[in-house]
C-alpha cells in the first residue's frame, strides 16, 4: 500500500482509542508506537486491528535503538516482524540514535549517534539486518539531541544522506527536531527556522518519505521536544519551504504528552491540509 504524497495523518494514542473509531474522522492515516502492540494479544492489538480497517497504519518504534554498539535485541526484532505481519502497515520507521549498552540493558531514551563513518558502517549494517527480516525498507528519523560528540566527522544531512544510500532506507524527516536542535545551540526561533531549511536542502533528492510536525517547551534555557502544544507558527512557515523544496510528502501530526481533544489534533491535519492544497494551486497556476 502506498500513501498520496498529500496524505496527512494523526499519531494514535490511547486516549483517542475510542474517539477515533466512533467518529472516523477523514484522515489520510494514523500512526501508532510498535511497541505497545507486541503482545500476542490484548485489548490494545484488538483496537489497532480495529483501527487497520478504517484507516492505513503507520507503525513508528522507539526501541530499535539502530545505532547500539552493543547490537540488535533479537527479541525486539521478532516482535516487530510479527507485528508487521500481523498489521501489514503503510510504513516502519524507527530512530537514528542507540539505546542499548552491554550487557543488553536499554536506555529507555532516544540517545543521539556521532556522526561519522564508524558509526555510519554500524547503522547500515543495523538497518539492512532489520529491512532483511522485516521484507521491507524502514524509515529512519533525524532526533532532538542535547549533547552532540567530538567525534563529529560529518554534518547531520549528508549522513542520512549516506545512511539511504547505503542501506536502501528513507528518511523520516522530524521538522520539529531541526527546530529544537537549532534553537539549544543558541539560535533565535526565526534563525532556527532559517537553518531547518538550509539542513532540508541539503538532503539528496527522493529520500524523504514521510514528514514529522509537532509541538516543543521552550523553558528558557532549553528547548525540550515533548510534543505538548500546536505546531508552532515558524515551523509551518518550514514545513511550508519543504514542501516547496521536495514537493508533497505525507505528513503526520504528532501529539504525545497533555493529549487534548481530538478535534485540536484534527484541525492540526486540517492546517498541514490547508499548505498541500495551497501549493497545489499555485503549481497549476
Not at 210 to 233: K, R
Amino acid at each position: 500500500m502506498h500513501l498520496d504524497p498529500s496524505a496527512v495523518g494523526l499519531g494514535w494514542r490511547q486516549p483517542h482509542y475510542g474517539s477515533l473509531l466512533a467518529q472516523r474522522p477523514d484522515v489520510g492515516f494514523v500512526e501508532v508506537h510498535s511497541e505497545n502492540f507486541f503482545a500476542a494479544g490484548g485489548a490494545s492489538l484488538a483496537v489497532l486491528e480495529q483501527g487497520r480497517q478504517s484507516y492505513p497504519v503507520s507503525l513508528h518504534g522507539v526501541g530499535l535503538g539502530l545505532g547500539s554498539a552493543a547490537g540488535l535485541d533479537a527479541w525486539h526484532v521478532e516482535r516487530l516482524a510479527e507485528l508487521v505481519a500481523r498489521i501489514e502497515p503503510v510504513r516502519v520507521s524507527d530512530h537514528a540514535c542507540f539505546a542499548r549498552v552491554p550487557p543488553g540493558t536499554h536506555a529507555s531514551d532516544l540517545l543521539p549517534v556521532p556522526f561519522n563513518e564508524d558509526c555510519l558502517r554500524l547503522m547500515v549494517a543495523h538497518v539492512q539486518h532489520v529491512q532483511d527480516r522485516l521484507k521491507r525498507p524502514l524509515l529512519i528519523e533525524n532526533i532532538s539531541a542535547y549533547v552532540a560528540w567530538d567525534s563529529d566527522a560529518m554534518a547531520e544531512p549528508e549522513f542520512f544522506n549516506q545512511l539511504c544510500r547505503r542501506s536502501g532506507c528513507r528518511l523520516l524527516l522530524d521538522l520539529n527536531n531541526l527546530i529544537v536542535n537549532a534553537r539549544n545551540r543558541g539560535h533565535s526561533l526565526g534563525e532556527a527556522g532559517v537553518a531547518a531549511q538550509a539542513w532540508v536542502a541539503s538532503l539528496r533528492p527522493g529520500i524523504v518519505e514521510e514528514i514529522h510536525l509537532a509541538g516543543h517547551c521552550d523553558l528558557g534555557d532549553i528547548v525540550i521536544d515533548d510534543h505538548g502544544s500546536q505546531v508552532c507558527q515558524a515551523l509551518w512557515a518550514v514545513y511550508e519551504a519543504t514542501l516547496r523544496h521536495l514537493g508533497p510528502v505525507p505528513t503526520l501530526i504528532e501529539w504525545d504528552t497533555d493529549v487534548p481533544d481530538l478535534a485540536v489534533l484534527l484541525d492540526e491535519v486540517t492546517r498541514a491540509r490547508q499548505v498541500h492544497e495551497r501549493l497545489a494551486c499555485e503549481a497549476t497556476t
